[in-house]
């Protein structure tokens, strides 16, 4: 089953799409906020504020400067302006310290400064007090959630009030060992509770399509025990927590007295994925059957992931987020790989799984991009990953339903030509003892007339001693053919064995079946059958007709209409013979 030339050109519109897609969130990014041009940013009304034009920053390489140091007039003029955009530095050792100015207004407003991203190891705020002195109010993802000034999954500090006309300069301080990204943003609070409650209604409905997927799937392999549903929901789970990993749900409602485990679970849970997900793939793109090889390629890079697993607690953070990234990439490239070679041999749910790899990339590639500092931060490079996630999850469920009813296809297919006689196509004597034991049992429920009819080629051993058995398979199924065209749609032609062929005939009785039978012996009779070369063999045929009479078994019946064709091939053949019960 192959793919037409339609759903090519649909997958190529597909693809237009989505590349347009990403492209216009990663070149046109929501607005993170109000932009505003001065030296002092003035929190004047509602809303959120951007605070990159105000931002200052110094790199500490080393990691030794504190805030007594960089309050030193040599470091101050070590500050340079960040300007537009997301700070993003990718993976370094060194310390970072921001610094802006705000100015107080006539509003009694709260304000918040919130640095979105959970994956900060140590972060520290700095405000001035009352007697020029500044107090630091320290967190992290290394420290315990609790410990956490405001309890959400990113972190956030409340602005102390500036009074009107003053103005005041506020630090920040972050170290991590993973990527250094440090997406600033000040709110109000009326704005921070509301814009949280709609983030954690949107993790509420990609979470919640999780659960269902996992929920539906669990019902599926308790029915069915096939562990490709298995595979697959193990790899929505191990996704479903690399997601709460990354963006702190997890630390924040999971594991909040484990910052070692809420650190290193991402890890953890991403060669867990890569993992599953390899397997699940073996088995949906048939890669034993199709491309053994590379089969053998997507075990090896499973069997990688899975001794990464341990090795996660292990290795330090740098080099294990390294070694993931590695993984994911040359899986994804195997992935691509095998699911050509499997879309090549034919194989229907290839065609999902490309689709299904192209927003898993997708979603990859934005997340590297953005930790490498290749992408700007933006609202499709910080939950692009998520959503890729959900298209792809849907593409795999499309893909199982695909394999699924492949296989199926495949079982109908064999359980047919199990019914089936090899030489003329017709039901064989094993399908039609269980067609004919169904048809009985409804003939007598419903006290309708049933006629079984025996059918005999005569003089063929004579005819196949002869001309030999290459020309009697040639005779049986042109005579085969004959019969099942000479009777209705609905009726049941089977090849009982030899030359002896069977009919079933529904709602027929034996006054029915018999005039149906001259018809056909007497077409038989008049026709040339089958030409070899220069031969032209006309045949005969006996016909033995018994109809149901309270028969409780199949056989009987058959028993009665082999009978009845004995007692026309006594009388010499070429004749219908129908046998009554009591004969």
């Not at 921001?98 to 991203?117: I, M, N, V």
Request: charged share 20%.
């Amino acid at each position: 089953m192959g793919i037409n030339l339609f759903e090519a050109k649909r997958v190529k519109k597909a693809l237009g799409f989505i590349l347009l897609f990403f492209l216009f969130f990663l070149f046109f990014p929501p607005e993170a906020g109000k932009i505003l041009a001065a030296e002092s940013l003035e929190l004047t009304g509602e809303g959120s504020y951007n605070i990159y034009p105000y931002l200052e920053v110094l790199e500490d390489p080393q990691g030794v400067l504190g805030i007594e140091e960089i309050l030193l007039p040599e470091f101050q003029e070590k500050f340079s302006p960040h300007g537009q955009g997301t700070p993003s530095y990718s993976y370094t050792d060194s310390v970072f310290w921001f610094k802006w100015d705000l100015t107080g207004s006539s509003s009694d407003r709260q304000w918040f400064l919130e640095a979105k991203y959970p994956l900060l190891q140590d972060v520290q705020f700095f405000y001035p007090g009352d007697k020029g002195e500044y107090n630091q109010v320290k967190t992290g993802s290394l420290l315990p959630f609790y410990e956490r000034p405001i309890q959400n999954m990113n972190f956030v500090f409340p602005i102390p009030e500036v009074t009107q006309g003053e103005t005041r300069t506020f630090y920040l301080r972050t170290q991590t060992d993973f990527a250094h990204i440090v997406p600033l943003k000040i709110l109000e609070g009326n704005y921070f509770y509301a814009q949280l409650s709609r983030e954690y209604y949107a993790h509420g409905i990609y979470y919640g399509i999780l659960l269902i997927m996992v929920f539906y799937n669990l019902f599926l392999l308790y029915f069915s025990r096939d562990i490709r549903f298995l595979f697959y929901i193990l790899y929505i789970v191990c996704i479903a927590f690399f997601h709460l990993s990354l963006n702190g749900l997890s630390f924040q409602f999971l594991w909040s007295q484990s910052p070692e485990w809420a650190n290193r679970s991402g890890l953890f849970f991403s060669f867990g994925g890569v993992f599953f997900l390899l397997l699940f793939a073996c088995r949906v793109l048939e890669l034993k059957k199709k491309a053994p090889f590379w089969e053998r390629v997507f075990l090896g890079i499973a069997a990688f992931s899975f001794l990464m697993l341990p090795g996660t607690f292990v290795f330090s953070y740098t080099p294990t987020m390294q070694i993931s990234i590695g993984t994911v990439l040359i899986g994804s490239i195997a992935l691509l790989v095998g699911v050509v070679k499997s879309w090549q041999a034919n194989n229907p749910p290839a065609v999902y799984l490309f689709l299904a790899w192209l927003f898993l990339v997708g979603g990859i590639f934005l997340l590297i991009g953005r930790s490498f500092g290749f992408l700007p931060h933006s609202f499709i490079t910080f939950s692009g990953i998520q959503l890729g996630s959900t298209l792809e999850f849907i593409f795999l469920s499309l893909a199982l339903v695909a394999h699924t009813s492949a296989l199926d296809e495949e079982k109908e297919k064999a359980l047919e030509m199990a019914r089936r006689d090899d030489l003329t196509g017709l039901f064989n004597r094993r399908a039609l003892f269980a067609i004919g034991q169904k048809q009985l049992e409804i003939a007598r429920l419903q006290s309708s007339p049933l006629s079984i009819v025996m059918v005999d080629i005569d003089e063929f051993k004579q005819l196949n001693d002869q001309y030999g058995h290459e020309v009697g398979d040639n005779i049986l199924r042109v005579f085969a053919e004959r019969l099942k065209h000479r009777v209705r749609v609905s009726d049941c032609v089977a090849r009982y064995g030899g030359d002896e062929f069977c009919f079933l005939l529904y709602l027929t009785n034996s006054s029915g079946a018999q005039e149906r039978m001259e018809e056909i012996r007497e077409e038989l009779e008049e026709e040339t059958l089958y030409r070899e070369e220069d031969y032209n063999f006309k045949l005969t045929a006996s016909f033995g007709i018994a109809s149901y009479q309270g028969e409780s078994e199949f056989k009987e019946l058959i028993n009665r209409a082999d009978s009845a064709l004995y007692t026309a091939k006594k009388e010499g053949g070429n004749r219908v013979v129908v046998l009554s019960r009591e004969l």
